[in-house]
């Protein structure tokens, strides 16, 4: 991250680039597909961690400082990787808009990730679909069922892979399906409380709130607690179920957010380099910009000040995009919607400007957010939308508005 004032927030330029410069790769595919066919699934079932020929290499075990082995589950059971390449397959199209990968490699890859959850769901006789035996984003729980994040990531998955196709490319029935297991899926939100159950019987464990025992967080939960107490407790390791605010706001109840963020945030150990910068968007898009704040702190110097511990094992690449996010989608509510692109700004206080260089569709656009008002520059048409405002077209000539 270039250096930065206090006061002054600027941040790199977006990356979406032309269709030249980068797009999702799809020659991992045929290795997914012969995973999802070793595995006795349809479609693609993409590497947790993959070699260059798409080949999944994760380790099964390992041995502790005992010499006893323990089992690694992340490979075979961390399988929300499928829907998150069909996500970067769909935040790439919505950003660039390139035709020719939307009709070429980013459909097949998308409907080949819809055909795996096909294979994956489990259905009930009521019509539900479950999914499980997985692991979440959190990790400190293994072969949990119907994790939220991974069952509504499917369900996205699902949706966008019919919306991306018509029944010139895939027989309608298949198609069909896709938006009837979708619907069937269950994400554990409780509309009472407004908080999606992070998997089934996560409510029923021990309610252990780790900031009260760590107030300093980053923090490993299973060295502080032990691996046996972090599996029985209401421990998370990262952001989990936030990851569904922040990735597809559209799938999750109107206004949960707040709730969840409430819930979950001082039951998260961050011990994930990724977690801080979650958070701070999610706090930014919530209002507590002083929490935003302080999550953007510590995201921003991970590395710089070792935080986690681990900067000599390598620089936490994943954390930096991470600090992308959050300013972006965070403190500068910008999202790609279809033809239009949003803004709903949440300066800080203190905070002089924010600016964002942002490639959108074929445009680059400059914008620039002070305390009351937002600048706007494009070197083409664009169509925005800020603050929930009627779109204006951005050009050349610019445009500004204040800030309610």
Same mark, same amino acid.
């Given at each position: 991250?270039?250096?930065?004032?206090?006061?002054?927030?600027?941040?790199?330029? *977006?990356?979406?680039?032309?269709?030249?410069?980068?797009?999702?790769?799809?020659?991992?595919?045929?290795?997914?597909?012969?995973?999802?066919?070793?595995?006795?699934?349809?479609?693609?079932?993409?590497?947790?961690?993959?070699?260059?020929?798409?080949?999944?290499?994760?380790?099964?075990?390992?041995?502790?400082?005992?010499?006893?082995?323990?089992?690694?589950?992340?490979?075979?059971?961390?399988?929300?990787?499928?829907?998150?390449?069909?996500?970067?397959?769909?935040?790439?199209?919505?950003?660039?808009?390139?035709?020719?990968?939307?009709?070429?490699?980013?459909?097949?890859?998308?409907?080949?990730?819809?055909?795996?959850?096909?294979?994956?769901?489990?259905?009930?006789?009521?019509?539900?679909?479950?999914?499980?035996?997985?692991?979440?984003?959190?990790?400190?729980?293994?072969?949990?069922?119907?994790?939220?994040?991974?069952?509504?990531?499917?369900?996205?998955?699902?949706?966008?892979?019919?919306?991306?196709?018509?029944? *010139?490319? +895939?027989?309608?029935?298949?198609?069909?399906?896709?938006?009837?297991?979708?619907?069937?899926?269950?994400? =554990?939100?409780?509309?009472?409380?407004? $908080?999606?159950?992070?998997?089934?019987?996560?409510? !029923?464990?021990?309610?252990?709130? +780790?900031?009260?025992?760590?107030?300093?967080?980053?923090?490993?939960?299973?060295?502080?607690?032990?691996?046996?107490?972090?599996?029985?407790?209401?421990?998370?390791?990262?952001? !989990?179920?936030?990851?569904?605010?922040?990735? $597809?706001? =559209?799938?999750? *109840?109107?206004?949960?957010?707040?709730?969840?963020?409430?819930?979950?945030?001082?039951?998260?150990?961050?011990?994930?380099?990724?977690?801080?910068?979650?958070?701070?968007?999610?706090?930014?898009? *919530?209002?507590?910009?002083?929490?935003?704040?302080?999550?953007?702190?510590?995201?921003?110097?991970?590395?710089?000040?070792?935080?986690?511990? &681990?900067?000599?094992? =390598? $620089?936490?690449?994943?954390?930096?995009? &991470?600090?992308?996010?959050?300013?972006?989608?965070?403190?500068?509510?910008?999202?790609?919607?279809?033809?239009?692109?949003?803004?709903?700004?949440?300066?800080?206080? =203190?905070?002089?400007?924010?600016?964002?260089?942002?490639?959108?569709?074929?445009?680059?656009?400059?914008?620039?957010?002070?305390?009351?008002?937002?600048?706007?520059? &494009?070197?083409?048409?664009?169509?925005? &939308?800020?603050?929930?405002?009627?779109?204006?077209?951005?050009?050349?000539?610019?445009?500004?508005?204040?800030?309610?």
């Amino acid at each position: 991250m270039p250096h930065a004032r206090a006061s002054t927030i600027t941040t790199w330029r *977006a990356p979406w680039r032309s269709s030249r410069q980068w797009r999702p790769r799809p020659g991992r595919l045929p290795a997914a597909q012969e995973a999802a066919r070793a595995a006795g699934r349809a479609g693609a079932r993409f590497a947790w961690e993959s070699a260059a020929t798409g080949v999944d290499v994760t380790p099964h075990a390992v041995r502790d400082g005992g010499g006893d082995e323990i089992a690694i589950y992340t490979g075979q059971r961390e399988e929300h990787i499928v829907a998150d390449v069909a996500w970067a397959v769909g935040c790439y199209l919505d950003w660039t808009g390139d035709q020719a990968f939307r009709d070429g490699p980013g459909k097949r890859l998308l409907v080949e990730t819809a055909r795996y959850w096909t294979s994956r769901v489990e259905r009930d006789a009521d019509g539900s679909g479950h999914i499980r035996g997985v692991i979440g984003p959190d990790e400190y729980h293994e072969l949990v069922d119907d994790n939220a994040y991974t069952n509504v990531m499917a369900r996205w998955n699902l949706r966008r892979a019919h919306t991306e196709t018509n029944d *010139a490319d +895939i027989d309608h029935t298949e198609r069909a399906s896709w938006l009837e297991l979708a619907d069937g899926l269950v994400d =554990g939100y409780e509309p009472e409380t407004g $908080v999606y159950e992070q998997f089934a019987g996560f409510f !029923d464990l021990e309610p252990l709130m +780790i900031a009260d025992l760590a107030p300093r967080r980053p923090i490993n939960a299973e060295v502080l607690l032990s691996r046996e107490r972090v599996q029985r407790a209401q421990v998370v390791k990262q952001a !989990d179920v936030l990851m569904l605010h922040h990735l $597809v706001p =559209g799938e999750v *109840a109107a206004g949960s957010l707040e709730a969840n963020l409430a819930f979950y945030e001082p039951r998260t150990a961050h011990a994930s380099s990724l977690s801080l910068g979650v958070h701070a968007a999610s706090f930014a898009r *919530a209002g507590r910009l002083p929490e935003a704040l302080a999550a953007l702190a510590l995201a921003a110097r991970v590395d710089l000040d070792d935080v986690s511990g &681990s900067t000599a094992d =390598g $620089v936490h690449i994943a954390a930096m995009g &991470s600090v992308w996010q959050a300013l972006a989608y965070g403190f500068a509510g910008a999202r790609p919607r279809v033809e239009l692109l949003e803004l709903d700004p949440r300066l800080p206080g =203190g905070w002089d400007l924010l600016e964002l260089r942002l490639r959108f569709q074929a445009a680059r656009l400059r914008v620039r957010v002070t305390a009351n008002a937002i600048e706007l520059t &494009s070197d083409q048409p664009a169509r925005v &939308s800020i603050a929930g405002a009627e779109p204006v077209t951005v050009g050349p000539d610019g445009y500004s508005c204040e800030l309610l």
